[in-house]
């Protein structure tokens, strides 16, 4: 049997009546198994990759997090020394040291959010998912460019 351009075997004098039914669908059977788990593994490549932006995401918002706990702690102590070092009033002293660290939480947050902003969801599958569907219904992919009609 020799190879077709798209990788499928036919006969090798050209007729296809020497296969049988069962022969066709085992072939189509086997292709189809084939193509779900190829569709699988792109699923969970792609998956992986989706689940490290949000590791990287939700780590900034941890940070942010302990960072707001922080200024709780550090605006106290501050405002104590602030009033013997400087000899500013307790409020002002209490004032900067809670805005610098406010400042630097919204900073993490902007941060967090672009990451979450970037997830995609999973494109490539669900594009070769669409394509795969429209083939077992028998219509011409989405995006694929056919012969022209006249």
């Known amino acids: 049997m020799s190879e077709t351009r798209s990788g499928g075997r036919e006969p090798a004098d050209g007729t296809t009546d020497d296969r049988s039914l069962r022969e066709l669908v085992s072939d189509v059977s086997g292709d189809l198994s084939q193509l779900v788990r190829l569709e699988m593994e792109l699923a969970r490549l792609e998956l992986a990759q989706e689940a490290q932006k949000v590791a990287r995401g939700t780590g900034l918002f941890v940070g942010a997090a302990l960072l707001g706990h922080l200024v709780l702690i550090l605006a106290s102590v501050t405002v104590a020394l602030g009033l013997y070092a400087l ?14 660290y406010v400042l630097l939480a919204a900073g993490l947050v902007l941060v967090g959010q672009r990451y979450f902003k970037r997830l995609q969801g999973m494109p490539r599958t669900n ?9 077992l219904r028998r219509e011409r992919p ?3 460019a056919g012969p022209a009609e006249s």
């Open 87 to 100: 000899g500013l009033a307790p409020w002002l002293a209490f004032l900067i040291v809670t805005v610098v």
């Open 127 to 135: 594009a070769t998912m669409t394509s795969s569907m429209a083939v």
């Open 142 to 144: 989405a995006g694929s």
